[in-house]
C-alpha cells in the first residue's frame, strides 16, 4: 500500500462525513432489520418513520424501538415527519405533540418537519406568516421533550416552502435557533435552484441525486449522483459536522438487487469525490 502523506491523511480525514440511512432506502425492512442493515454497513445513525402509520414497525412499543436501536448500536436520529406543519390548526396540533412524544419515548433526537406540498398554499405575506405561526406554536412543544424541530424545504414548484433561506428568516423571527434546524436536501436544494447554505444552523443534510434537474419527478432521485459533491464539500468546508443520511426515495432505488453494494458505492463515490477536491 502506497503511503500518505500528512497533508493528504488530513485531506481525508476533513473529507470524510459521517453517514446516516432514511428509512426509505429499505422499505421492506421491519425496524429491527433496519438497524441491523444500518449496522452491518458501518452507519451509526438512522431516521425512522412515523411508526404509527408505517408497517415498518406499527405497534412497536417505543420502548422496545429505543433498546433495538441500543442493542444494534446506532442512534435514531429523527422520525419522519410531522406533514403539513405550517398549516397550523387544533388538530395539527394535537399531532405534533403526539409525535413528539412519540420521537421522545423512542430516544430520537429530532422530529421532522415537512411542509404543504399541494400547490395550495396562499399569496407570499399570508404563506410566510403561517409559517412564523406554526414555528412559534412548535416551539413550546419540541422544547418541553428535548426535541429539535428540524425544517424540511421542498424544492417542488407546488410547495409552500421551497427555501432554506426564507425558513431561516422565519426561524429567527420566531427567535428559534435554539429548537429549530434545517434540512439540506441534495435533491431539493438542486431542484429549487437555490444558492444558499447556513452550515451552522443545518441540522441533517440528505444525500440524494437529480439525474435529470429539468424533469423533477421521483423516479429520478437516486442514491448519488455527480451533484452532490460540490454541496457536500461546500458543508464540510462551511463547519457543518452532523450526518449525512442517504435519502433515495421509491422507484429508483427499491428494485435494486444490491442496496448494500449500491450503498457501499456510494459513500466510495462521495469521499473520492471528496478527496479530489481537496487541494494537496
Keep these: 500500500m502506497t503511503a500518505v502523506s500528512w497533508k493528504e491523511s488530513q485531506a481525508m480525514r476533513q473529507a470524510s462525513p459521517r453517514f446516516a440511512l432514511d428509512h426509505m432506502a429499505t422499505p421492506g425492512l421491519d425496524v429491527r432489520a433496519l438497524f441491523a442493515f444500518a449496522r452491518d454497513q458501518g452507519l451509526t445513525d438512522v431516521q425512522i418513520p412515523r411508526l404509527c402509520s408505517n408497517a415498518i414497525a406499527r405497534g412497536m412499543p417505543t420502548a422496545d424501538v429505543r433498546s433495538a436501536a441500543a442493542e444494534a448500536g446506532v442512534g435514531i436520529i429523527s422520525v419522519n415527519a410531522l406533514q403539513r406543519f405550517n398549516e397550523w390548526t387544533p388538530g395539527r396540533k394535537a399531532e405534533a405533540s403526539k409525535l413528539a412524544d412519540y420521537a421522545a419515548a423512542c430516544g430520537a433526537k429530532t422530529l421532522m418537519l415537512v411542509p404543504v406540498n399541494d400547490g395550495t398554499w396562499p399569496a407570499n405575506g399570508e404563506r410566510q406568516g403561517n409559517l412564523r405561526v406554526a414555528l412559534k406554536a412548535l416551539k413550546p412543544i419540541l422544547q418541553s421533550r428535548g426535541l429539535i424541530g428540524l425544517i424540511e424545504p421542498l424544492g417542488f414548484q407546488t410547495s409552500s416552502l421551497r427555501s432554506k433561506n426564507e425558513a431561516a428568516k422565519a426561524i429567527a423571527a420566531i427567535d428559534g435557533q435554539s429548537v429549530f434546524r434545517l434540512v439540506h436536501d441534495t ?94
Excluded at 435533491?187 to 452550515?199: D, I, V
Excluded at 426515495?249 to 469525490?273: M, N, Y
Design 187 to 280: 435533491f431539493h436544494h438542486t431542484l429549487a435552484g437555490e444558492t444558499f447554505f447556513s452550515c451552522d444552523l443545518t441540522g441533517l443534510v440528505h444525500v440524494s441525486s437529480v439525474n435529470d434537474p429539468i424533469h423533477w419527478i421521483y423516479p429520478d432521485r437516486v442514491l448519488v449522483g455527480s451533484d452532490n459533491g460540490s454541496q457536500i464539500r461546500a458543508l464540510l468546508d462551511g463547519g457543518y459536522a452532523g450526518p449525512f443520511s442517504f435519502a433515495p426515495f421509491v422507484d429508483a432505488v427499491h428494485p435494486l438487487d444490491d442496496l448494500a453494494g449500491a450503498l457501499a458505492a456510494s459513500i466510495d463515490l462521495v469521499r473520492h469525490g471528496l478527496f479530489a477536491q481537496v487541494p494537496v
